[in-house]
């Protein structure tokens, strides 16, 4: 693609993959997860966003409307995956799973945008070990601490915003918060020494 930015786009959707995958993580849940691979709900939100170039907003600091727009996109896959699913469960699992696509999904230009813009095989291969370790750690935290570490840490939103959502008051939100991402830090903490034995 010889549009300019191009390359600048695809280096900043790089830059935010491992934010990415943590936020479909929290809204996907279990049971998406265990019929999605958290990847193709990723690589579906790169394509949307490649798709949909022309809304992308201009790069700013810690790219935080790059992440606003990403998160639409990504609550929008999920809701299209869920959407497949039960297609496929009313249709006695003979649908397969697809998720909408554009064109651009099958002739490889989201892969030409990030071509060499990535990280190496092995820097790669420990992402995904770290990101394992993140989501088995996440999975065993209290329902009401994934919702606001997901809220608050993924989706960005603030303590007030999150308190109306979750039906708290804004200083329970904080604690809560406060509360969840330690339990997280001992989850992964467990899990590290529990590998290590």
Same mark, same amino acid.
């Given at each position: 693609?010889?549009?300019p930015g191009a390359l600048e786009l ?6 935010? +993959? ?16 265990? *019929?999605?691979? %958290? ?25 935080? $409307? ?18 497949a699913l039960r297609a496929r469960k009313? +249709? ?17 230009? %989201? ?9 190496? $095989? ?9 990101? *394992? ?7 065993? %935290? ?6 606001v570490l997901g809220l608050r840490q ?8 999150? +308190? ?23 989850? %992964? ?6 590998? *290590?034995?």
């Amino acid at each position: 693609m010889s549009e300019p930015g191009a390359l600048e786009l695809g280096e900043r959707l790089v830059a935010q +993959g491992r934010w990415l995958r943590l936020l479909l993580m929290h809204l996907a849940g279990r049971k998406i997860r265990a *019929a999605i691979e %958290l990847e193709d709900l990723a690589q579906e939100v790169y394509v949307r966003a490649v798709a949909h170039a022309s809304m992308v907003p201009p790069e700013e600091p810690k790219d935080l $409307p790059l992440r606003r727009f990403l998160a639409k996109l990504a609550r929008s896959a999920v809701v299209d995956a869920v959407r497949a699913l039960r297609a496929r469960k009313r +249709g006695g699992g003979v649908t397969p799973l697809r998720l909408e696509r554009s064109d651009w999904s099958h002739t490889g230009l %989201l892969e030409s945008l990030v071509a060499g813009v990535g990280p190496g $095989p092995a820097t790669e291969a420990g992402q995904w070990e770290e990101q *394992a370790r993140l989501l088995a750690a996440y999975d065993r %935290l209290a329902p009401d601490q994934r919702r606001v570490l997901g809220l608050r840490q993924f989706e960005g939103l603030t303590a007030a915003e999150t +308190g109306r959502r979750m039906g708290r008051s804004e200083d329970a939100v904080n604690s809560l918060y406060r509360r969840a991402l330690d339990a997280w830090g001992a989850a %992964l903490r467990g899990g590290a020494e529990g590998a *290590a034995s």
